[in-house]
T-cell receptor, first 109, second 115 residues
Framework: AQRVTQPEKLLSVFKGAPVELKCNYSYSGSPELFWYVQYSRQRLQLLLRHISRESIKGFTADLNKGETSFHLKKPFAQEEDSAMYYCALRSGNTGKLIFGQGTTLQVKP | NAGVMQNPRHLVRRRGQEARLRCSPMKGHSHVYWYRQLPEEGLKFMVYLQKENIIDESGMPKERFSAEFPKEGPSILRIQQVVRGDSAAYFC?????????????FGPGTRLTVL
């Protein structure tokens, strides 16, 4: 079955601390993975995707096929990073996304 | 480009009524996806449409739910005879015709409350 799991509902860190939001997936095939972010009162927006291998706002994510993971990392959290983060898997040729349940990141001053 | 528009943003219905949710994709986008987010859950795919065609409706409940994307006008998600369990946030996303949904741009969502 195709599935995305984000084990933490809430992650709370202090400003300047490292952050790792966990994401594991189950997919028979070559996965295409994304991280979406939703800031307070804003719409869901794409943060990054594994194909691009880019760093956005200091965040990176590496696809680990052996561990079927796509964890999101940032070395030094900022207060403006506080948001809801969703990991998503693109399924099949139609492009539909399978989302994890989301992790709320709270960065305390 | 105004982005994906959804209306209404909030919709209240009584049990048994009909709910119509509208989604206007970004300019130049001909692909629309609908997702539903139940309380305390992630977004779940419902249906994928291109202009005048339903491409994938594997996530749609078998009864009471329908979707369309006419040649002119917004995409409509229609829920007939709503029940309390339909209360959720409904999001649509659009993508251009060239990238097979790799880049999906989301609307702000419609929050449906069924009394």
């Amino acid at each position: 079955a195709q599935r995305v799991t984000q084990p933490e509902k809430l992650l709370s860190v202090f400003k300047g601390a490292p952050v790792e939001l966990k994401c594991n997936y189950s997919y028979s095939g070559s996965p295409e993975l994304f991280w979406y972010v939703q800031y307070s009162r804003q719409r869901l927006q794409l943060l990054l995707r594994h194909i691009s291998r880019e760093s956005i706002k200091g965040f990176t994510a590496d696809l680990n096929k052996g561990e079927t993971s796509f964890h999101l990392k940032k070395p030094f959290a900022q207060e403006e990073d506080s948001a809801m983060y969703y990991c998503a898997l693109r399924s099949g040729n139609t492009g539909k996304l399978i989302f994890g349940q989301g992790t709320t990141l709270q960065v305390k001053p | 480009n105004a982005g994906v528009m959804q209306n209404p943003r909030h919709l209240v219905r009584r049990r048994g009524q009909e709910a119509r949710l509208r989604c206007s994709p970004m300019k130049g986008h001909s692909h629309v996806y609908w997702y539903r987010q139940l309380p305390e859950e992630g977004l779940k795919f419902m249906v994928y449409l291109q202009k005048e065609n339903i491409i994938d409706e594997s996530g749609m409940p078998k009864e009471r739910f329908s979707a369309e994307f006419p040649k002119e006008g917004p995409s409509i998600l229609r829920i007939q005879q709503v029940v309390r369990g339909d209360s959720a946030a409904y999001f649509c996303a659009s993508s251009p015709p060239t990238n097979q949904g790799t880049l999906q741009y989301f609307g702000p969502g419609t929050r449906l409350t069924v009394l």
